[in-house]
C-alpha cells in the first residue's frame, strides 16, 4: 500500500502562483513514476504532468506547458507541481498518483491515488 496525501492548494488570483505537494508513505518501492491529474466540476478527471522516477523524464498536458513544472524530492518521497500565471480554468481538484515504472498520461494506469486538494483561480 501506498499513501499519498496532497497539500498546497487554495484561492488564487489569475496571474498568480501556487506550489502544490505530494507525500508518499507506505510501500513507496523505488522506481516509480507521479502524476498530477485535475477534475473540474462536471468534468472528467484529465491529465496534467508527470515525472518518471529519476526525475530525467517529465511530460505535459499541453494547457499546461510552459506554465507548470512537475520536480520531485525522491529522498523526501515528494513530488511537486509549481504552477506559474494560473487561469480560471485552471480551477480544479488536483490529485497525485502513484505508478509503478514511468510516466503515463493514463488515469487507469495509476495504481495509488491522493484525496485531491482544491485549487480555485478567480478572474
Known amino acids: 500500500q501506498v499513501q499519498l496525501v496532497e497539500s498546497g492548494g487554495g484561492l488564487v488570483q489569475a496571474g498568480g502562483s501556487l506550489r502544490l505537494s505530494c507525500a508518499a508513505s507506505g510501500r513507496t518501492f523505488s522506481r516509480y513514476g507521479m502524476g498530477w491529474f485535475r477534475q473540474g466540476t462536471g468534468k472528467e478527471r484529465e491529465f496534467v504532468a508527470a515525472?518518471?522516477?529519476?526525475?530525467?523524464?517529465?511530460d505535459y498536458a499541453d494547457s499546461v506547458k510552459g506554465r507548470f513544472t512537475i520536480y520531485r524530492d525522491n529522498a523526501e518521497n515528494t513530488v511537486y507541481l509549481q504552477m506559474n500565471r494560473l487561469k480560471p480554468e485552471d480551477t480544479a481538484v488536483y490529485y497525485c498518483?502513484?505508478?509503478?515504472?514511468?510516466?503515463?498520461?493514463?488515469?487507469?494506469?495509476?495504481?495509488?491515488w491522493g484525496q485531491g486538494t482544491q485549487v480555485a483561480v478567480s478572474s
Open positions: 515525472i518518471s522516477w529519476s526525475g530525467g523524464s517529465a
Open positions: 498518483a502513484w505508478r509503478w515504472g514511468g510516466t503515463s498520461r493514463r488515469v487507469d494506469e495509476y495504481t495509488y
